[in-house]
Each structure stands twice: as C-alpha cells, then as structure tokens.
C-alpha cells in the first residue's frame, strides 16, 4: 500500500526516535508561539529538548517539527493535550506521514506478518524489504553499513515506543495497538490509509 510516489526516501528520522514527550514540547512551543519560526527559536534557546550539544539540539528539533507539521490540529491538540498512549500513537502517526520507509515497512512487512499469524520479526523480514526497496529508492542501496545498521536500530526503537513490537524472539514480536476513541476520530477525519501504519488491514480500513 503506497501513499505517495515511488521518490527517494526520507531517511533523516535516525536524528530522533519517536520521543512522544519530546514531540509534544516541540507541539506546545509552537502552539504557544504561533508560528514555527518562533517556537524553533525558543526551544533551542532554552534547550526545552535538553540536548547535550547545540547541535544535537538543531537536528532533534529539526526532525521532530518536520514530523509534527503533517498532523492536523485534531492530532496536534491530542499530542499535546492526552495521556501517554495517544501521545505515542500520534507521535507514531506524524512519523508515518513523515517518513514513508517507515510507513512502508509497518503497512507491507508487520501487516502481512500478522495477517498469516507469524508475529515473530526476524532479521531476515527486515532485510528482504530493506534490499527490495533498495532496487527502487536509491537512497537505500547508496548506504553505508553502519547508516543502515542505525536506520534498523532506531526504527526498531519507533516500533517498540508506538507498542506495534514488544519483547520476544528475533528482532520481537509484533502487535497491533489498541487505538482510543479519539484517536480513531482523529485519523479517520485525517485519512483512513494511515490505520495501516497500525497494522489495520485493508478491508478494515475500506470500512
């Protein structure tokens, strides 16, 4: 299931993980500046990220203000305002609309796996897909072992954060996360074609 063009992907999220306490700071900041320009200024000023080096501060920033300009203000608000649950699924929510790799991976790769009743995540699942995309997306096949190696931990990260992966064999197992109420309204007045992204299956979201 595709949501944009075949373009190269956007590979920049190994600056953050999901940090759903972080991304709301960045929503809040903004949200109380009104324009991005000066919520950007204000969170590196005050190092709200609490960052160890100025730079690391700019690329945390950067990453997570890009994730969170694609939600809508239904989702802003619940990022800033719900319980740690929402927070995370929206997190996961701006990351998918984001970063389409990873999109790519929890709608083609975890999906099927669950749908043929295999919840285990292998090193292999994560290879097949990362070298079939790498014959489309340049981007993936021009990478260096440990940028890939980094792309795999921190996806992985994002997974476990969002609750689509717990504890278990190989890379983990996978899971479906129970989506509240509110957050459900949220998507569907969104786009429906991000419940893939949580592991919903297509006839679940033609509903």
Partial sequence: ????????????FTAASLRPELARI?????????DWDSAK???LRT?????????SAIRVERELRQRIQRLTADEMALLVGANADDRAAIAWLATLKHTQFAFDFAAEVLREKITIHDP????SDYETFVEGKSLIHRSLS????SSKSKI????????????????????????RPVLSTAVLLAI??????????FLHSDAEIGR
């Fill in 1 to 12: 299931m595709q949501t944009r063009d075949q373009d190269e992907y956007n590979l920049s």
């Fill in 26 to 34: 960045v929503a809040e900041c903004y949200l109380s500046a009104g």
């Fill in 41 to 43: 200024e204000r969170i």
């Fill in 47 to 55: 190092n709200a990220l609490q960052r160890r080096s100025s730079s």
């Fill in 120 to 123: 285990v995540l292998r090193p």
């Fill in 142 to 145: 021009q990478l260096k072992p």
């Fill in 152 to 175: 795999r931990q921190v996806l992985m990260l994002m997974l476990f954060e969002a609750g689509l992966l717990g504890k278990g064999t190989g890379l983990g197992t996978i899971q």
């Fill in 188 to 197: 569907n007045r969104d786009s429906r074609r991000w419940l893939a992204g």
